[in-house]
Structure formats: structure tokens, C-alpha cells
């Protein structure tokens, strides 16, 4: 009780804590919309809202949440772990000049696609289980799997009993190539865009909450564009059972087999989803850290919705949790 009061108090601390409540908030609100995309790419016809209401109805309104204990239990450990990684890689690759001046874009940029190279060897065993389960909730994909799972952990389960250690880390060469550059972009275009939107706020860190949002979404944007044709084979891969005969024998084979089979737009299904998540997830996750952070740390009450906006309209934002696109 005594180590939780110190490790609190600290800086380093209160961003753990804040961090992690934005990114369960950034979880809940998003995740229909990544339960969504997840359909879409392993679909073969149908347009998003078909799809969804095809699987509601059958399924029931929880359906788009299945699947979600196994990110939010991650989250708070992800947030921070991603965060340290990327702070100390800035610095690092700026190492000769003082902490007082901002990291340079290049800076940014190469430890962003080092954040997310490491953050794959983490991300890609939770994500396998995610998809997995997912599908397998999906009516579409259910008439071909025996016994359906009841939660992550089930999943998780079998999927080590089937195919072992390798099988866990199914997709970990495609989770690398899509998240170390999707980092890359992500951070440079966020510190980019707060400079442009608002000039000296990275070093003065005082920028409007609106800049933070702003420049968080078009990263956001600008990141999944980048890099969604490799989200869409990662999904399709993921998405196959060592146990069973896989489709795609490799990411060559995915790539060139379903772009034969359904032509080139299929690179990029689902991207409207996807895009529309971005931009709700980095405003749940921002408003919940500012509003965490704030309440919880700095005694500030918030007594009524009028308060929550006057909190989110009036105070500089001066720290941020993010941690890569969402």
C-alpha cells in the first residue's frame, strides 16, 4: 500500500494511472468499430452496415464488444511500457541536445517506428486472440468452427493447446511491418501537426485541446491509411488455425491470392471504419486522460457535464498519453 502511495504521488505515476484510464476509454468507445472492421476484412461481400445489422440481429447488440476483455486488461501495461519506450528512443537519437528543447521530427520518427517494433512482440499475441475471437463470435465464421469460445481467455487456450507457442505468435512478422511504420507516421505527423497548428507549443507544451485532437486525429488518419493494406492481410492471416488447413501459406500468398480473388479493393476494405474509429477513439482517449489526470491529481472537481467542458475548453493541455494509432 505504502509502494502504491509513492509510485502515485510521482510523475511518472500519474501518467501510468491517467494513461490507463484513457486507453480503457479508447477501448470501449472504439471497439464496435474495430469489431466491425475486423468483419469487414474477412468478409467477401456486403457493406458495413449490412454487415453489422446482419450480425446484431442474429447475435445481439453485444456482439461488436466480444472480445474486448483481452486489450483492456492489456491497456494500462501497453500504454505505459509504448510511452516510456518512445520517450526514451526521442531522446536517444537526440541525445546532444538539452531535455528542454524538443526532439527533432527525424528524432520522432525513428522512435516511433522503434516503439512500434517493439510494441508488435507484445501487441501481436493479444491481437491474434482479439481477431480470433472475434470471427468466431461472427455468424458468418461461426458455421465453420466447432464449439465456440466463451472469452478471450478460452481462446487464448486452446489456440497455445492446438498450435503451441509458434501458433501464439501467428502474424508477428506482418504485426511488425504494419506497426513500426504506422508508429513512425503516426508520431511524426502528431508532433508535426501541433507545431503547425499551433508554432513553439512543443516547447512550451501549452497547446489548445483542440490542437491536441486536431493534430491526433490526422495522425491517427494518416497512419491507418499508411498502413490498412497490411492491416487487411494481418486480419487474414491471424484469422487462420494451424490446426485446420491454413488458405494463405505466407504474406506473399495473402496478398496475391485475395487481390486476385476480389481485385484490389480489397486492400482497402473496411477503411471507412476503420478512419471513423481513429478519430472517436483519440478524442475518448484524450478527454479520459485530461479528465483523470485533473480530477484525480490536481484536485480539480467536476461536479456536472458543464464542468467536464469547461475543464476540456479552458485548461492547456500540457502532458499527453499517446501512445500510437488506435
Not at 196 to 215: D, F, I, M, Y
Not at 257 to 268: A, N
Amino acid at each position: 500500500m505504502h509502494f502504491w502511495v509513492e509510485f502515485v504521488a510521482s510523475s511518472w505515476g500519474r501518467e501510468f494511472v491517467a494513461g490507463g484510464f484513457g486507453g480503457m476509454a479508447g477501448i470501449i468507445s472504439g471497439y464496435p468499430l474495430d469489431t466491425l472492421r475486423i468483419w469487414q476484412q474477412q468478409s467477401i461481400t456486403g457493406s458495413a452496415f449490412s454487415i453489422l445489422r446482419n450480425v446484431v440481429g442474429k447475435e445481439g447488440p453485444a456482439a461488436p464488444y466480444r472480445g474486448m476483455g483481452a486489450p483492456l486488461a492489456s491497456v494500462t501495461f501497453q500504454n505505459a511500457v509504448a510511452l516510456q519506450i518512445y520517450s526514451d528512443l526521442s531522446r536517444a537519437f537526440d541525445s546532444s541536445i538539452s531535455p528542454a528543447v524538443p526532439a527533432s521530427f527525424k528524432s520522432v520518427a525513428l522512435a516511433g517506428f522503434g516503439t512500434g517494433a517493439l510494441q508488435s512482440l507484445f501487441l501481436s499475441p493479444i491481437e491474434l486472440v482479439k481477431i480470433r475471437f472475434q470471427l468466431r463470435s461472427n455468424s458468418y465464421i461461426k458455421l465453420h468452427q466447432a464449439n465456440p469460445h466463451t472469452g478471450p481467455v478460452s481462446v487464448a487456450k486452446s489456440i497455445f493447446k492446438a498450435e503451441g507457442l509458434k501458433g501464439m505468435y501467428r502474424g508477428l512478422t506482418i504485426t511488425f511491418m504494419r506497426d513500426a511504420p504506422a508508429h513512425g507516421v503516426y508520431f511524426y505527423m502528431y508532433e508535426y501537426m501541433r507545431e503547425q497548428l499551433h508554432p513553439g507549443c512543443r516547447k512550451s507544451g501549452e497547446e489548445s485541446l483542440n490542437t491536441t485532437l486536431v493534430a491526433g486525429g490526422l495522425a491517427g488518419v494518416a497512419s491507418w491509411v499508411s498502413s490498412y493494406p497490411l492491416d487487411v492481410m494481418k486480419t487474414r492471416l491471424q484469422a487462420q488455425s494451424l490446426s485446420s488447413l491454413p488458405k494463405y501459406t505466407g504474406i506473399i500468398d495473402c496478398f496475391r491470392r485475395s487481390v486476385r480473388e476480389e481485385g484490389y479493393c480489397v486492400l482497402w476494405r473496411g477503411l471507412g471504419t476503420a478512419v471513423a474509429r481513429a478519430f472517436l477513439v483519440n478524442g475518448a482517449i484524450f478527454c479520459s486522460y485530461e479528465i483523470a489526470l485533473r480530477s484525480l491529481f490536481n484536485n480539480v472537481s467536476i461536479p456536472n457535464e458543464n464542468a467536464i467542458w469547461e475543464i476540456l475548453l479552458f485548461f492547456p493541455a500540457k502532458r499527453l498519453t499517446y501512445i500510437g494509432p488506435q
